[in-house]
Structure formats: structure tokens, C-alpha cells
């Protein structure tokens, strides 16, 4: 899963990234709350060549078994199961599930991230920003990759942000001339 490679700070603007980019998006079952790949024991491997790891119970819930079962799972289950599951991602508006399901809303909504042209927008190193653009929506989108703040220019005027991996910024406007990144932060923001 991406967060063992990449690390649960980095899986919110890999959703962004996922999600605002032309293409089918595929989402592998866990990534929508973070679940991480499930060390095996030696005597619990099913498949010696196989992806077991990646493979182990949906995380439902605080449960037995993380809900996923009343039986016995074939893989274990994930040690944080209790805390990382969707029960306890539901209802909370700063939860990397809330996150994927504002991004799905967004895209389903939106004609620039459904079938827009793309164009990528300068920006610093290791910052990877660009547009998407349909009829009369523009769509800007800015991926902060680093550990440390940053600064980008994705145009002139102001805009309002539609959607942010720090929830607490989203609605507000910002001044496309130099839109803040805080670190491993990304922007979805409205441009007409």
C-alpha cells in the first residue's frame, strides 16, 4: 500500500494527486483510511509468492477482527486496526477518508477534473502543480512533496480552496500569486 512506501503524512497529497489527474483513479482497498501493509509471520504466510502483506482484512471497525469477520481471518489483522478504521474515520471531517470522499465528490462534480485538458504550472522543486480546464472551469491543483513549507504562483486574481489535505483552510480565498503550502500539503482551488 502506499502509505508503507510513502508514509501516512504523504497519503493525503497522494489522494489529491490520484484524484485530480486525468485517468481512471484506482483506489486499493485500505488506502481510503491508511491502512498500512501487515507484517506476516513466517507460519501465517498462505501465498510464499504472493502479496500477502498488501492483501490482509478491511479495517471496518474497533472489533474483534476489525469487523471484516466473525471467523477466523485468513491474514492477520493490522495492529492499529482500533484506531485506524473507517467507524472512527466516518464522522470526522479532518480524516483521510473525509479527504477521499470530498475528492470523489469534487471530481464527480466537476467537468474540468472529469474530462478537462491538462497543463502543468511551473512551480518549486519538489512541488508538482497544473491545471485542468473544461467549458468554463479551471481547476488548479498544487501538490506539496516536501517536508517544508512552500510557495507557488498558479496565477493572478484570487480563488477560492475547494479542497485542502489540512481541512481546516478549505473555502478559503487565496491569492493565486503565491498560494502557502504548508508541508505535505495539497490544494484543489476554483478558477474562473
Not at 2 to 22: F, K, N
Not at 100 to 126: C, D, N
Not at 140 to 156: E, H
Request: proline share 7%.
Amino acid at each position: 500500500r502506499a502509505v508503507s512506501r510513502y508514509g501516512l503524512e504523504r497519503a493525503g497529497v497522494a489522494a489529491v494527486m490520484l484524484l485530480t489527474l486525468r485517468g481512471t483513479p484506482f483506489i486499493y482497498y485500505g488506502e481510503e483510511i491508511g491502512m498500512t501493509d501487515v507484517p506476516i509471520p513466517p507460519e501465517r504466510v498462505v501465498d510464499v509468492d504472493g502479496r500477502d502483506p498488501e492483501r490482509t482484512p478491511m479495517q471496518w471497525d474497533a472489533s474483534k477482527n476489525a469487523g471484516f469477520t466473525t471467523g477466523n481471518p485468513w491474514l492477520p489483522i493490522a495492529a492499529d486496526h482500533a484506531t485506524r478504521n473507517v467507524a472512527a474515520q466516518l464522522d470526522d471531517p479532518a480524516s483521510l477518508l473525509s479527504l477521499y470522499r470530498r475528492l470523489i465528490w469534487l471530481r464527480k462534480s466537476s467537468p474540468a477534473l472529469r474530462r478537462g485538458s491538462y497543463r502543468t504550472v511551473p512551480a518549486p522543486r519538489g512541488v508538482f502543480a497544473f491545471a485542468r480546464e473544461a467549458d468554463d472551469e479551471r481547476v488548479l491543483v498544487a501538490l506539496n512533496f516536501t517536508n517544508a513549507a512552500q510557495k507557488v504562483a498558479l496565477g493572478t486574481g484570487s480563488a477560492r480552496l475547494l479542497v485542502s489535505t489540512r481541512h481546516d483552510r478549505e473555502g478559503a480565498v487565496v491569492d493565486l500569486g503565491r498560494v502557502e503550502l504548508s508541508p505535505d500539503e495539497g490544494v484543489v482551488v476554483a478558477s474562473r
